[in-house]
């Protein structure tokens, strides 16, 4: 029944769609972890009416649906993703920048919309300068830094209910956020946004980013594979420093250690399994609700069963 579906919908994606329909797609290559297996179908539409084709389609199949950006802050298990993961990384990422908004669809770079916003003379996402991945994955995980954060400049946002295949127009005040957390649905494909922006001046914007973008450099192990932080800060706490002085910096499983640069860092020095990662997260969860009795709750999404 799912392998009918599965192949029905590969099979009308590529009769009437211009973007390209993978079967079988490794997903730690599109993972900044680069690890996992793979999707049963991964599909990037050519552009927006390319999506508007394959919406009622891949409403009909009915199969399981992931939408990725950038894949810097998801995990693949080594079962991968049995599923269509759709990207919108080829076919949807134009940058408008208005006066007091941009427009700016989620398949956009974070980093690249932070820096043409500079260029602009607008300020306002400035802490995206050094967050990989998309303009969607920062909304839908409400990304951060220096104290900005995505959900806070969103004025409103539109995409596609991939489950009833109908169109969803949220403003900020439809949304509940928090930090590293929205209620957006899993079925819902934010397609563009509209980012709250003020006047600047270029170079004091570029001054600002230069100071956050070295500090990164300074305590991030930018240099490996990872997903960023893997855990996020309980409430008061540093999540790197409860890590830290639980004794867990160093900590390896396989070729998958907890960084020495920055301990809240899982990176991946050449391993070939998700399940090293995943054994790792439990034995640093463990270790520190022993030493500190706090719960650590994962902020990379894991995929796959
Ligand atoms: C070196 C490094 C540094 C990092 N630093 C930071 C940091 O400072 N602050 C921070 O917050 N994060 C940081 N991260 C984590 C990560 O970059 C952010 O969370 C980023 O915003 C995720 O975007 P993405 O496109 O890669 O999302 P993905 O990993 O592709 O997806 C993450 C989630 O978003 C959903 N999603 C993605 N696109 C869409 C869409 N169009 N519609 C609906 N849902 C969607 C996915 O389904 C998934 O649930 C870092 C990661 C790395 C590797």
Redesign the pocket.
């Given at each position: 029944m799912y392998d009918a579906r599965r192949n029905l919908l590969a099979r009308e994606i590529q009769r009437q769609c211009r973007g390209k329909l993978k079967r079988d797609e490794s997903l730690a290559k599109h993972?900044?972890f680069g690890l996992g297996g793979t999707a049963d179908l991964f599909f990037s539409p050519a552009d927006l009416s390319d999506l508007a084709i394959a919406v009622p389609l891949i409403k009909d199949a009915g199969l399981p649906i992931?939408?990725?950006?950038?894949?810097?802050?998801?995990l693949v298990r080594d079962s991968g993703f049995h599923g269509l993961v759709i990207s919108?990384t080829t076919g949807a990422r134009r940058i408008e920048i208005g006066d007091d908004e941009g427009v700016i669809q989620?398949?956009a770079s974070?980093q690249v919309v932070s820096r043409q916003c500079q260029r602009a003379g607008k300020t306002g996402l400035e802490f995206g300068c050094?967050?990989?991945?998309?303009i969607?994955?920062?909304?839908?995980?409400?990304?951060?830094?220096w104290g900005g954060e995505?959900m806070d400049r969103v004025n409103w946002l539109r995409?596609v209910d991939l489950r009833t295949s109908r169109e969803i127009y949220l403003k900020q005040s439809d949304i509940s956020f928090g930090y590293?957390h929205t209620n957006?649905p899993?079925d819902?494909?934010?397609?563009e946004a509209g980012f709250r922006l003020a006047e600047g001046d270029p170079k004091t914007i570029a001054a600002e980013m230069n100071r956050m973008l070295a500090e990164?450099k300074s305590t991030?192990p930018?240099s490996n594979r990872?997903?960023?932080?893997i855990f996020k800060n309980p409430p008061s706490h540093s999540a790197g420093a409860l890590i830290d002085s639980a004794g867990c910096k160093g900590m390896s499983i396989g070729a998958v250690k907890v960084s020495d640069v920055h301990a809240n860092?899982m990176v991946n020095l050449g391993g070939h399994s998700t399940e090293d990662v995943l054994a790792l997260i439990a034995r640093v969860q463990k270790r520190v609700f022993q030493v500190h009795k706090i719960e650590l709750e994962t902020?990379v999404?894991i995929l796959g069963e």
């Open positions: 993972t900044t992931f939408p990725l950006g950038g894949g810097t802050n998801t919108l989620a398949g974070t050094g967050i990989p991945g998309t969607g994955g920062a909304i839908w995980g409400n990304a951060g830094a995505t995409g590293r957006l899993t819902l494909l934010i397609v990164r991030q930018l990872s997903s960023g932080c860092f902020e999404r």
